[in-house]
T-cell receptor, first 112, second 106 residues
Framework: DGGITQSPKYLFRKEGQNVTLSCEQN?????MYWYRQDPGQGLRLIYYSQIVNDFQKGDIAEGYSVSREKKESFPLTVTSAQKNPTAFYLCASTGRADSPLHFGNGTRLTVT | QRVTQPEKLLSVFKGAPVELKCNYSYSGSPELFWYVQYSRQRLQLLLRHISRESIKGFTADLNKGETSFHLKKPFAQEEDSAMYYCALYNFNKFYFGSGTKLNVKP
């Protein structure tokens, strides 16, 4: 069954620690995206990647980092430099540039 | 590029018409989408303007003069209760509005 898998569903970290969120897809999609979803703010783009070994910053990239070593995987690291890391994070992918996005189930990160 | 959804919450009774507003700012021919998130489900595509489809009774018309892409349904059902997001695609990026929560009351 094809789809996007984000893990874990819930993640708890202490302030000052880096944390990596996993996103894997078996849809053979080239493009992958990371969004942050906060109440009342919709989805804001963190990073995106159109092809393996290449990625671009989105609107709120500060304090985050990504890698795209494999087509199927696009992990997001929330670093200690991110001032408000507690949020719901969504990963998405698409096969063609303007095709609709397919979303994962999300990871809720809580940093205390 | 900006996508604006002015209503955070929209409550209607079952059987009433519903319109979820979406305005965008973009100079060009936009690619516009509506996504929906039902309770405890992942965000999914509802419809896109170029396909001009009606999905689950919903339609959306692109009005370039008013830069709007409002989502409409003539008779709301309780199962339509969900979070709705309008999105615009441009240069490899998807821009989302802040979302409107639709509550359909019995």
């Amino acid at each position: 069954d094809g789809g996007i898998t984000q893990s874990p569903k819930y993640l708890f970290r202490k302030e000052g620690q880096n944390v990596t969120l996993s996103c894997e897809q078996n849809l053979n999609h080239d493009a992958m995206y990371w969004y942050r979803q906060d109440p009342g703010q919709g989805l804001r783009l963190i990073y995106y990647s159109q092809i393996v070994n290449d990625f671009q910053k989105g609107d709120i990239a500060e304090g985050y980092s990504v890698s795209r070593e494999k087509k199927e995987s696009f992990p997001l690291t929330v670093t200690s430099a991110q001032k408000n890391p507690t949020a719901f994070y969504l990963c998405a992918s698409t096969g063609r540039a303007d095709s609709p996005l397919h979303f994962g189930n999300g990871t809720r990160l809580t940093v205390t | 590029q900006r996508v604006t959804q002015p209503e955070k919450l929209l409550s209607v009774f079952k059987g009433a018409p519903v319109e979820l507003k979406c305005n965008y700012s973009y100079s060009g021919s936009p690619e516009l989408f509506w996504y929906v998130q039902y309770s405890r489900q992942r965000l999914q595509l509802l419809l896109r303007h170029i396909s001009r489809e009606s999905i689950k009774g919903f339609t959306a018309d692109l009005n370039k003069g008013e830069t709007s892409f409002h989502l409409k349904k003539p008779f709301a059902q309780e199962e339509d209760s969900a979070m709705y997001y309008c999105a615009l695609y441009n240069f490899n990026k998807f821009y989302f509005g802040s979302g409107t929560k639709l509550n359909v009351k019995p």
